[in-house]
């Protein structure tokens, strides 16, 4: 993990977004995941020189996470981060972009297409859950398991770097032994700052009404790529499976040896199915 680029910040229909803008080429917008202390550099550092290598990556720290706006959201969640992520791109001057994100970040992203389909040339999603059916039932928490680590992090005794090595190991990385230290660094350090405690302590409430998006789904016509980990600790490949044949243009590949973090945990490959997926698509 090299250190982080130049942070850049931009408002976002009111929102001040902190964000990373790397290489020239296709604009590529990465939203990263919903878990303690992600942020986009996090998520997405060990491969953004790969994509940045032919393509404009403009890696985003989503409100409440990182860098950027902290403050509460009121009404449908996923319709106000679209709503927000739109506003970002205006002031980029971004029409049109590629978006490759994880989990959370994935979820703004489809939704995003279905309601303003014209700025979404293509999506790759990981790790996302839309919708709260279908193959949920051989997990545990009854799909809740993210909310569920998040409250035992920030619980107790608090953050502490053992607490973040063992839920990114046992949730998010398929080989825990190779997780960097860099990457925990980042991650527990970021979980310490005070306005993401605050958000911690109240649960769910500051971040909006949650909404199901089976009928945005339908209606997403970019194409999309589902890129999952065959071991996910959070949804097995067979919840993608219908993802992929509820969007119109839905496809999937499942990678062996990778959890939750494709991107961190085999970079390589991953921007090798990535790009492919990216290139082979018309303008």
Known sequence: ????????????????????????????????????????????????????ADRRCLL?????????????????MWDHHAAKTVGLLDTLGV???????????????????????????SLVITGSMPVFYGPLAPLPENGHRGRTARDIYYGGEGPTREKMRDLITKLEWYDGSKLPEETLTLRYEQSLDEEERALAAMSDSPRGDWQDLTEELGQIQAPT????????????????????RMVPN?????????????????????????????????S
């Open 95 to 121: 029409d049109r972009a590629d978006f490759v994100c994880s989990s959370w970040g994935g979820t703004i992203a489809l939704n995003l297409a279905a309601k303003y389909p014209d700025r979404v040339r």
């Open 250 to 282: 839905g496809n999937l590949h499942v990678m062996d040896h990778t959890s939750h973090h494709l991107e961190e945990e085999r970079p390589e490959a991953y921007h090798s199915v990535v790009s492919g997926f990216l290139n082979s698509l018309s």
């Open 60 to 76: 985003v720290d989503i409100q409440q996470y990182g860098k950027s706006e902290k403050s509460a959201i009121k009404g449908p």
């Open 1 to 52: 993990m090299s250190p982080a680029p130049e942070s850049h910040y931009a408002d976002g229909a009111g929102i001040r977004y902190h964000y990373h803008d790397l290489g020239s080429g296709p604009d590529t917008v990465f939203l990263h995941g919903g878990g303690p202390g992600c942020t986009a550099w996090s998520d997405f550092g060990p491969v953004a020189h790969l994509f940045a």
């Open 225 to 244: 790529l589902f890129m999952w980990g065959m071991q996910d600790a959070f949804l097995t490949p067979d919840y993608p499976l219908m993802l992929a």
